[in-house]
């Protein structure tokens, strides 16, 4: 088992910015890539950022490139969604997930979830 705990989410004005980490334990980290995912009012969960298992390969979706960048830490078990230039559409629900294999976009193929953290940019 493998147990993902968000932090740093909170309120911020629009134009501004956020670091949210994950905090792994339970498994191997340096084994599964790791993803990041937000849900917001209404909508359908979303692939945002991805991380192989090294950190050398990144992936992000079309709406955060450029803005947001994600990057890990294996020795302390710990991935990082640094988010800059932040836009009221990127206000939701941001879920950490971890899977093995290489980073994908599909949510169903993540094993491992994070209970969380909000995100509210006000514009």
């Known amino acids: 088992q493998m147990q993902l705990v968000e932090s740093g989410g909170g309120l911020v004005q629009a134009g501004g910015s956020l670091r949210l980490s994950c905090a792994a334990s339970g498994r191997a980290f340096s084994s599964l890539s790791m993803g990041w995912f937000r849900q917001a009012p209404g909508k359908e969960r979303e692939f945002v950022a991805g991380s192989s298992r090294t950190g050398y390969t990144s992936h992000y979706s079309d709406s955060v490139k450029g803005r947001f960048t994600i990057s890990r830490d294996n020795p302390k078990s710990t991935v990082h969604l640094q988010m800059n230039s932040l836009k009221a559409e990127d206000t939701g629900i941001y879920y950490c997930?971890?899977?093995?294999?290489?980073?994908?976009?599909?949510?169903?193929?993540?094993?491992?979830w994070g209970q969380g953290i909000q995100v509210t940019v006000s514009s």
């Open positions: 997930a971890a899977r093995a294999g290489p980073i994908v976009q599909a949510m169903g193929d993540y094993v491992y």
